[in-house]
């Protein structure tokens, strides 16, 4: 059966959707499994190590593999991989010395960043492959990118927050080693529905050398910098401090944090999502340009900044820390949907999984410096309030990095593009 490009996304779309279902449940399956043994912050943030760090080579070389073999390889690689992961730690157990558990279950957490880049990579490489492409349909096929670069991001990250609820319901329900083997068999199901793809997807007509790694291009390049401290911000205090800092100082369970940041992730994803259809209510017809990207970064960067003097003034931290993170949470969504469009529009169909894939390793990098001053800066505060205040204001000052990167953008050629 021949399978239109829409057919072909389609798949792809949808199996991204099941991983990353899975992908939010792991996180909250460890983050309190782990801290209801005891584990402090900082060995929390060990544990998510590998997942970055292994995130960051994914993204190098499965760009260059989808290149030359097509991006089904990557997305079945990296379904396949997801398994294996989430099998894994069926057998993890309370009873395990902490090094031998650390240890472990940072080993598959390394498959699982492996697997989520793969597919991330896959899914959104994957969308170039049906955007017009001729001259006489290019501001048409700039919108259209738009949009659904919106649609999938946005869908994809209220699916993540999906999965907070799912992992707290499972590690509720079954507990932590059936609920990883209920999410396996999951995952597999939604695999079979890939195997009917096309081998050609994505695949580069020339097959690129090493050397085509890494990206030539000013915009690629200059956006990944600024990708890279944009997700270091969002990291270094939402990973492992924000959860350890509501369950220890605000005396929330671990079901209530869950929701809460199940809640955030999907309403961000939502904003996500509606950023064609804002900036069409705000008379803003074209698709994004520079001058957007450099906006939406200053407007970002004082909201950590603020949070945090709410919390040293000691005004009531529970609205300080629920009203900051829906602000931080739409304008952080807004910059977030239009560097995922920029990047494509800074790319070809022929180079896409490579430039993708170069751009995802610097937004992997950031995560994981993020995630690991997540957890040195909250413990070396010494307090869990002044830890929280001392991640905030990394994250303000990794936006700073970020917006006067995006001073550096090269204008979109021929895009006709404005603020």
Not at 115 to 130: C, E, P, Q, Y
Not at 132 to 149: C, I, Y
Not at 199 to 214: A, C, S, V, W, Y
Not at 245 to 252: K, Q, R, Y
Request: aromatic share 14%; with cysteine; net charge positive.
């Amino acid at each position: 059966m021949k399978l239109s490009s829409l057919q072909q996304y389609g798949i792809v779309t949808t199996n991204y959707w099941a991983f990353t279902l899975t992908d939010g449940a792991l996180r909250m399956l460890v983050v309190f499994h782990f801290h209801q043994l005891g584990y402090t912050a900082l060995e929390i943030a060990f544990l998510f190590l590998f997942y970055e760090f292994f995130g960051v080579i994914t993204n190098l070389y499965g760009g260059w593999i989808g290149a030359r073999y097509g991006l089904r390889l990557t997305l079945w690689a990296g379904t396949l991989l997801q398994i294996s992961a989430l099998l894994m730690l069926v057998p993890v157990a309370a009873s395990w010395p902490k090094f031998l558990s650390v240890s472990y279950v940072m080993v598959a957490q390394a498959i699982s960043g492996i697997a989520k880049d793969l597919n991330k990579m896959s899914a959104k490489s994957a969308i170039k492959t049906v955007v017009p492409e001729t001259p006489e349909e290019e501001q048409k096929g700039k919108r259209k990118l738009f949009k659904w670069v919106a649609v999938l991001t946005g869908s994809k990250n209220a699916l993540k927050g999906v999965g907070f609820f799912l992992g707290g319901a499972l590690l509720t329900g079954f507990g932590f080693n059936k609920a990883v083997g209920v999410m396996a068999i999951g995952l597999a199901l939604s695999f079979l529905m890939t195997l009917i793809l096309p081998g050609d997807i994505g695949r580069m007509k020339e097959k690129p050398i090493f050397k085509d790694l890494f990206s030539k291009s000013k915009g690629i390049n200059t956006l990944s910098t600024a990708r890279f401290f944009l997700f270091g911000a969002r990291d270094v205090w939402f990973v492992v401090a924000l959860p350890v800092f509501l369950e220890t100082s605000l005396n929330w369970n671990f079901s209530e944090i869950g929701a809460f940041l199940g809640l955030w992730i999907i309403g961000y994803g939502f904003v996500q999502a509606l950023v064609p259809t804002l900036r069409n209510l705000w008379g803003k017809k074209s698709s994004p340009g520079v001058s957007t990207v450099q906006f939406w970064s200053a407007l970002l960067m004082g909201i950590p900044g603020l949070i945090a003097i709410a919390l040293w003034r000691q005004n009531d931290p529970s609205i300080a820390i629920t009203a900051g993170l829906i602000a931080f949470g739409i304008v952080f969504a807004m910059n977030s949907s239009i560097h995922s469009f920029m990047v494509l529009a800074y790319t070809d169909v022929e180079n896409v999984s490579l430039n993708v894939g170069f751009y995802y390793m610097a937004n992997a990098a950031g995560r994981l410096l993020g995630t690991l001053l997540s957890g040195v800066l909250f413990v070396l505060g010494d307090t869990p309030y002044l830890g929280m205040q001392i991640c905030l204001w990394c994250s303000s000052l990794f936006i700073l990095c970020s917006w006067l990167s995006s001073l550096q953008l090269p204008s979109l050629k021929n895009s006709g593009c404005v603020n």
